[in-house]
């Protein structure tokens, strides 16, 4: 059986990284922040969104905080999640990697307009 | 509702995954479920979640928890086989009882199975009861009825314990008339036969015999007073005989044909001895569509020795099939061979010559003793009377079971003769008289005296 793997790390897996990188969140949190910066495009489902945590926990790209309440959502206390130095790492050399890609497809012409 | 719905499809997921993000989840889908109402985004909500489903629970059942891969990674040593464990759980209260119930019935199972499994049942119990014009003589459950008076020790019966009464004599009488008059192949004697009985059974005769070999004896003389046929019988057994021929199930068969691969056909030994004299020892003659190549690979064996010995000292008869084939080895032209319990004469003759073989002009000395009984007395009576044998032991044990078998009831049953075979040879056969060797030693001196006869024909040539 394998082990949960993050190379290469899934978009999942990259997309809650970027979430996570301006403030803590729970779950429910992650979600919209994800569908927020895709444009509605990724909606984590509370299977992939979990599974995806705990890789990312299992690898210490992200570490979990004490119970707490949102004040916004109720009296319901929730996990929340933070990233870790080498969450931010690995969340850069994934970016880094994307931009090599972009640089690449944009040698080769395949991009219209300027505008990434 | 919509909520329940979620926590059962949320089951789907191994147990890890449940109890570390069980509860987030539910939260997720409440969350959700507040924020998205209406037709349409509640539709959205569904199918996001089926989704997800479908992708997370088989992916979520690929994995292993790394604590348990860093464990046995840490307990590994170089050529220790190792293995993973699939769950982090210990396995529960109730699973272990289960398991330890289920352990101890099937021990419980085993245990009754060993100490109360049938006993071991021989070949003899092949086809008991079936008509023996058709199946032969192998050692047949039917309890034999000796000569006169004499009880065998096989059908001494307790006398303390069984005791005939009148009703009882009645039932046997009665019946013996009714299996007479239907079965025996000579009508006149058949009616004058129960009339016999009858009358003995009038004039009070049976009335003072209480034990049922006795009464079984006294019946069979009343009958033979009438017509001297040895091979009809009245039988007691001690023992309740069989409501059904129990060699004919598959079962009785497969024990049959396990017992002939553990025992090699019944071909106990085959060897050249000193001056190249070949010896075989059968002691049975076993179902040919069984035990053709085995009896094939053992007389080829044979084919380079100067004079044959074959030991039927321990064998207690079997099928008339095996019989002609073990003695088509031993001519090189068709033979008849004399069965008293069959008038088919197209099985009586043997297949000779058979191919390969170089036994039909050998010197053949057969082994006998008291034991030597019905198939392997047929082999000697008929080996001896064609003069291609000298027979070296004992007088033969007398078997020739004849005709079919007819329970009567639990106790009795008759040997009715069906069919007429005529005795190329001689008036009499073998049946309770058993087959006279031609140099009567001790069975235990038979094979060095056979040596000596061999050994000095050899040396005449």
Redesign the interface.
Known sequence: ????KLDPLPSSAFQILLALVGEDLH??GI?RQVAEQTDGRM?????????S??SLL?GKFIEELDLREDTK?GQ?R??YYRLTSAGRKLARSEAERLADLLRVARAKKILRGDYV | MSEKIYAWLLRLYPSHFREAYGNEALQLFRDRARDEKGFVPSLRLWLDLLVDLAISVPQEYGYVQPALIGASALDRFDGVPTFYVLEGESPTLGALLFGGVLSLVALGTFWILLSHAGSYTGIGVMKSGQSQSDSGFSQQQAPRAEPQDAISATNRPDREVFKLDAAERQRVIDSAVAILKEHYIERDDAQKMADALLAHQKSGDDDAVTDGAAFAALLTRQMRDVSPDRHLTLDYSQAPLPQHPTGQTPEGLARYREAMNQQNCTFERVEILRHNIGYLKLNSFPDVSLCQPTAAAAMASLNRADAIILDLRDNRGGEPSMVALMAAYLFDHPEYLYNPRENTTERSWTHSPVPGSRLADKPVYLLTSARTYSGAEQFSYDLKMLKRATLVGETTGGGAHSGVWHRIDDHFGMGIPETKAINPFSKTDWAEIGVEPDVKVKAADALVTAEKLAQGKLQKK
């Open positions: 059986m394998p082990k949960r779950g429910y979600m909606r984590l489902g509370p299977g992939t969104l979990y599974s945590i705990q299992e959502l319901e929730r996990r």
